[in-house]
């Protein structure tokens, strides 16, 4: 479900604020409904975490509207490598060999990407992009430093705050249609809550290590969608700057002593 958000994206032809504020208004709605302790209210330090969640949403939805699904995705799966980097000033966490090792990788993989298109519109989105993987970190770096606590309220108060950010913008857009609203109910209840849910719930029963594995899939088949239904081809550099990032993640979960975070955004692991 977290996969097809590109291809969707791609299909709605509202802009960038519509559909950002749309999805997160109707995520947290479905959250509320199904998540119970998402219903929790939100201490004042955990205000940033719900920020930074909004921050990455938002940035995601226009990285995809600016460049291609690709693009969008490859540069927000560098997440792990911010955290790397960021973590022992804000954490007191140092990164281990195996993420020194990966760390030049997953860098050559980002200026790979950007340097694949310099025209004005992609490199937009590619700065967007690069703004929801930073925010991404951020996100999940408060959460580590919060210890995990009111996680599902963090997520429904950044959904919230992006739909409220984004509705002065959002009812100067175009009018939409009946298509429209479908892909944006498609994206609120499905690509975002309920596979949320899913998430949180098959986290029950398996192995943090092997979870993060398998959302590994999601920038693997994020651009395949969107080939498929819109025939959105990615170029060659964004390719292989994408396959460093994900080859040097996959090596980074296969460490004994990895440790796994993710709290509902699109997107990869951390």
């Given at each position: 479900?977290?996969?097809?958000?590109?291809?969707?994206?791609?299909?709605?032809?509202l802009n960038a604020w519509q559909i950002a504020g749309g999805r997160s208004l109707i995520a947290a709605l479905?959250?509320?409904?199904?998540?119970?302790?998402?219903?929790?209210?939100?201490?004042?330090?955990?205000?940033?975490?719900a920020a930074a969640y909004a921050c990455c949403v938002i940035l995601f939805i226009l990285s995809n509207k600016l460049t291609t699904a690709a693009n969008a995705i490859f540069l927000q799966s560098a997440a792990p490598m911010y955290i790397m980097i960021l973590s022992p000033w804000l954490l007191n966490e140092y990164p281990s060999r195996r993420d020194m090792i990966t760390l030049p990788f997953s860098l050559l993989g980002l200026i790979l990407i950007v340097s694949g298109n310099l025209n004005g519109g992609a490199l937009s989105g590619n700065a967007a992009a690069l703004g929801a993987g930073v925010a991404f970190a951020l996100m999940i770096m408060g959460l580590r430093r919060l210890r995990?606590?009111?996680?599902?309220?963090?997520?429904?108060?950044?959904?919230?705050?992006?739909?409220?950010?984004?509705?002065?913008?959002?009812?100067?857009?175009?009018?939409?249609r009946i298509q429209d609203l479908l892909i944006l109910g498609y994206l609120?209840?499905?690509?975002?809550?309920?596979?949320?849910?899913?998430?949180?719930s098959g986290l029950k029963s398996i192995p943090a290590s092997e979870a993060s594995s398998l959302t590994l899939l999601e920038p693997v088949l994020n651009p395949l969608w969107a080939y498929l239904l819109v025939h959105e081809t990615?170029?060659?550099?964004?390719?292989?700057?994408?396959?460093?990032?994900?080859?040097?993640?996959?090596?980074r979960v296969t460490s004994p002593h990895f440790t796994f975070l993710k709290f509902g955004t699109n997107q990869t692991n951390a």
């Open positions: 479900m977290w996969s097809t958000a590109g291809a969707a994206i791609k299909l709605c032809r479905t959250l509320l409904t199904f998540l119970p302790p998402s219903r929790k209210g939100l201490p004042v330090k955990t205000w940033p975490v995990e606590t009111h996680a599902e309220a963090a997520v429904v108060w950044g959904n919230l705050l992006a739909a409220t950010l984004l509705l002065p913008l959002a009812i100067q857009g175009p009018a939409p609120g209840v499905f690509q975002l809550g309920l596979a949320y849910i899913l998430f949180t990615p170029g060659p550099m964004s390719l292989a700057g994408g396959a460093l990032i994900l080859g040097a993640t996959a090596y």
